[in-house]
T-cell receptor, first 115, second 109 residues
Framework: NAGVMQNPRHLVRRRGQEARLRCSPM?????VYWYRQLPEEGLKFMVY????????ESGMPKERFSAEFPKEGPSILRIQQVVRGDSAAYFC?????????????FGPGTRLTVL | GQQVMQIPQYQHVQEGEDFTTYCNSS?????IQWYKQRPGGHPVFLIQ?????EVKKQKRLTFQFGEAKKNSSLHITATQTTDVGTYFC?????????FGGGTRLMVKP
């Protein structure tokens, strides 16, 4: 059973460009979470999605960031008009169900560098 | 918002020494999870504790959940260089994990 897959693993963008990060959850998992980690810091929750639905986006910046989890295909985290402060590691996690007590399985992350 | 505080932030130990990290909450927790993140890696689930006073062991790692379910600890016996990394005890709010800064363990060979 393959783990959570993320691509690309490393992404370099210039200021003002768009970044698209992809996440394929573990087989059988329908719950996807996105986290951002700045250097030397803990992970910060961004958004929680189920297929075709955003359940909780309380951690998403109000502008430039969006996420989706379509019926078919991976979950996408999209950052428009990137700025240097967007440079971070973005981790996706998945779980089979939601709720307190469910462990989350993390992908290897996408390291975004904005020049 | 609710969060779990973790101490220490950093710990340097000599290989073979023991190591302990502590998590404390101001409110009662329904459960607590522990994750480990190696340098340059991603968080990996270690264990979940649910019951008051629960103790679980994984080889050299011992996890405890306090009687009041407000604190937890992770103890590593005879550390090895493979134990290097940051250990997190995020608060599980159902929709998300709320991570603190964790405890970064460095082991000198």
């Amino acid at each position: 059973n393959a783990g959570v897959m993320q691509n690309p693993r490393h992404l370099v963008r210039r200021r003002g460009q768009e970044a698209r990060l992809r996440c394929s959850p573990m087989k059988g998992h329908s719950h996807v979470y996105w986290y951002r980690q700045l250097p030397e810091e803990g992970l910060k929750f961004m958004v929680y999605l189920q297929k075709e639905n955003i359940i909780d986006e309380s951690g998403m910046p109000k502008e430039r960031f969006s996420a989706e989890f379509p019926k078919e295909g991976p979950s996408i985290l999209r950052i428009q008009q990137v700025v240097r402060g967007d440079s971070a590691a973005y981790f996706c996690a998945s779980s089979p169900t939601r709720g307190i007590g469910n462990e989350q399985f993390f992908g290897p992350g996408t390291r975004l560098t904005v020049l | 918002g609710q969060q779990v505080m973790q101490i220490p932030q950093y710990q340097h130990v000599q290989e073979g020494e023991d190591f302990t990290t502590y998590c404390n909450s101001s409110t009662t927790l329904s459960n607590i999870q522990w994750y480990k993140q190696r340098p340059g890696g991603h968080p990996v689930f270690l264990i979940q504790l649910v019951k008051s006073g629960e103790v679980k062991k994984q080889k050299r790692l011992t996890f405890q959940f306090g009687e009041a379910k407000k604190n937890s600890s992770l103890h590593i016996t005879a550390t090895q260089t493979t134990d290097v990394g940051t250990y997190f005890c995020p608060f599980n709010a159902g929709n998300m994990l709320t991570f603190g800064g964790g405890t970064r363990l460095m082991v000198k060979p």
